[in-house]
Structures are given as structure tokens and as C-alpha cells.
């Protein structure tokens, strides 16, 4: 005999598996390591980035030059002023300024400080896709607050342990506001896509977003001709770089070190030749140029500043002006078929010129500043008027354009109906003729209606009707309108 199982039955009478345990979906993880997280990796990471390098070049250079002593302590002493520099903090060195700060640093920084940030705010949310809507119920707050106030602190912290006799200081209040600004801002960017933020610009009138995708488009424009001229520039003297790299880095750790000094600097570089071709151009202590005048001077030797032109410009140098008046030409074409009338294009072409102009002036603020206290001081470029050169090259043309592509009062091309098919044509022709021939035929057919009531007396008296010669109304109503019936009679 089998022994009986100890299953319990169903209302059937039939018996059931036994219930399994369902294991829990994995929720969102705690908030502290999340923040931790965001307020830690990467101002460690930079830190730690800064020490590496720091200990590299001194390595090399300890064997080549001449009584180089590399060390743990060292670089980890090193590391603190280049973290700062990464913030964008300015330093004293040997007492004299140093504000001209390079944006690869900060760039990098940004980019990882948005990762990290963007990150946290799925793992908050549960959502491995980092896609949600609104403002994630205070989530995007707290993340962006403590990536603000971690890097605002250690900022403070890293100053503070910066002498003068240390030969580099800081000065821990400005370090502070400095390191929180930017993170802060990194930030937000990151969480912007997450949290909704980039929805906001819908809500916008459509001339307003329009007219800041022409900003950008103008921005990336026209500093993407200043690499390209920054490119050029190089390629044509590079006798003159590698001239530098001779004399003043001929050993293998200090070439490494003007090598990273030189990407480090590359996109203030590139944002001086954007303010060139613009017209305002650089200048470097007594040294200027434009492309209409040039000053001698003295110039820093860096493979940078060996491209900044010394000589009377040629004639054809005017030529440059052909770039901004392009790009003001394509953002106005590009804002032409945003709108039928005038007054919406205006507008959109005047918010480009505004957004690129903020942007450049902006980016030109942050790539200058003072170099020591010798000759060099200060490195300029001029952000007041980057940003009016930058406003009236996009607005003028733009406005030209925008105006001159597209007939006042015709509909943009994006909003056209398309042309209709000739089926449907011939279609919409046929049903218009049957209906215009059902109404001509009504109306023959009430009107001699209406006039034989009216005479019905005396058309019977005085001239009785030839029943044999006339043709009976629905016959000529048909005849006329190509087999037309009247309509029948509702039933009873």
C-alpha cells in the first residue's frame, strides 16, 4: 500500500503543489552608501589622478635631472594644489597670482562628477534605466546638494592645509564657494535628464526654444572653427613647437610634464582663437592680436602662445570675419521656417544671439586671468566684448536671413499639407459634381412645382395641357441629372 499524501485538497477534490516562497524584488538601496558615494568617489578619484601624475613625472624626472628626489610624500603634497586647480580654485605660487587655470581639468571633473550623480538617482529611484519624471520627490535635491557640499568642504579642507611655505597657498573661502559652484553645477547637469529638467524648455513659447537651439548651435559652431584654426596654426608652425620642446623640455619628465601642460590648456587655447576669429582676439601681458592689428611682446614659452601670430597681418586676414557671418547666416536659416510671421523668427533669432553670446562670454571670462606678476600678466581674453562680437554676428545676418528665406506670411515648410494623390483627387472632383448636379436638379424640380400650383386655375381654364407632347417631371429630372430620383416618402 502506498501511504497517502499529505497534500491538501482543492474545491474539486483534486490536490495542490505545495506553495513555494516568492523572493522579493531587490528595492531601492539605503540612502547613506548612495550619498556616500556621490559625496566621496570623485573628488577621491581626481585626488587620487593628481597624486599618479604627480609621482610619474617626478619618477622622470629624477632620472634625468640632477638631484630629483621622488617620493610617495611628494606627490601626495603635489597632489593637493592640482586638485585645486582641477576646481578651477586661484593659487598663489611664490606669492605672485595664478588664475589663468586650465579647462581640461574641470571638464573631466564635470563629466565625472555628472556620472556619479546621475547614477545615484537611479539607484534611488530602483530604476536601472535612470528614466523617471518630475523632480523624483526630492531625490535630485539631496544628490546634488551633497555633491555641492562635499566638494565645497574638502575644498575648504585642502587650502587650509596649503602654507605660504608650502611655495603654493590658497586661500580656503574662495576654495570653498569655488569647489561647491562647480560640482554643483556638475551636478545638476547630471540629473537633469533623470529628474525631468530637461522637459522644462518644452513649456516654453516655440520661438523661446527655437531660438536657444540656434544659441547652441552658434556656441558649438563657432568654437569648432576655433579648433580648426588652433589646428591649423599648429600644423603651420610646428618648427617653432618643437623649438620649444627643445629648449626648454629636452629631458623625458619635464617634456611629459609640458606635453600634459599643454592638453590641460588646450581648450582655453581653443576658446582664444574663437574670440580671434570674432574679432576681440588674446592677448598675453603687452602682447596682442586680432585680426586686424597685432602688438609684440614677450610671450610665455609654451607650445600654446609659440602660435600666437607677431608680425604685421596680411591683408587677407579680414577674411576670418567670413566664419562669424557664416554662422550667424546658418543659425538665421535654420530659424527661418521656425515661424510664419516676422515677429516670431525675430525673437528666436534675437534669443540665439543672446544664448550664444552669454556662453562665449562666459567661456572667455574662465579662460584668462593673471600669470604670475612678469611680463605675461595678465593672459586676456576679453569676455565683455567676445560676448557684443558674438551678439551682433549671430543677430545681424540671422536676422537678415531669417527674414529674406521665407515670404512673409507663408507657412513654414514643416507644417505644409502634403500634395493629395490623383485617386483621391479625381475622387474629391467626382463626389464635388454629384453633389453640385443632385443640387441643380432640386432646384429644377421645385421651381416649375412652385409656378404650376401657383396657376393650377387658370391653366385649366384657358389652356388645357397636351398630356401627348410633355415629358413628366421625374423623366426630365432624370434626363438632366443623369438618372437623379426623387426621394421617397417616409412610410407610415
Known sequence: MTAPTSQSPRRGGRGTRPATATPAAPGPPGWVPVLARVALL????LYGVAVVLAGVIAALASGTTPGGEPGLGQALAVGIPLWLVAHLVPLQVTGVPLGMLPLAPALLLAVLVATVARGAVARLEGRA???TAGLLH???VPVVATAAAAHAVIGVLAAALLTPE??????PGLAGVVCGLL???????GVARPCGLLALPRRLPAWARHGLQGGLLATTALLTAGAGLLLAALLADLTA???VFADIAPEAGSGAGLTLLTLAYLPNAVVGAAAWLVGPGVSIGAASATPTAITSGLLPPVPLAAVLPQSTPPTW???????PLAVGSIVGWRLAPSAAEAPPRVKAVVTAAL???LLLGLAAALSGGRLGAGPFDPVDVPAAPVAFAVLVWVLVPGLVVALLAVPLGTAPARTRRRPVSTTRRRATEKTEKTAKTDKTATTATEEPAAEDTADADDTSAEDPPDDAGETPPDEAVSEAGEAVRPAEEPRG
Open 42 to 45: 570623485p573628488p577621491l578619484t
Open 129 to 131: 534605466d535612470g528614466r
Open 138 to 140: 526630492g531625490v535630485g
Open 166 to 171: 608650502n611655495v603654493v597657498d590658497a586661500s
Open 183 to 189: 560640482a554643483g553645477l556638475a551636478a545638476l547637469a
Open 241 to 243: 613647437v618643437r623649438g
Open 317 to 323: 586676414a579680414g577674411l576670418a570675419f567670413a566664419v
Open 355 to 357: 544664448t550664444a553670446a
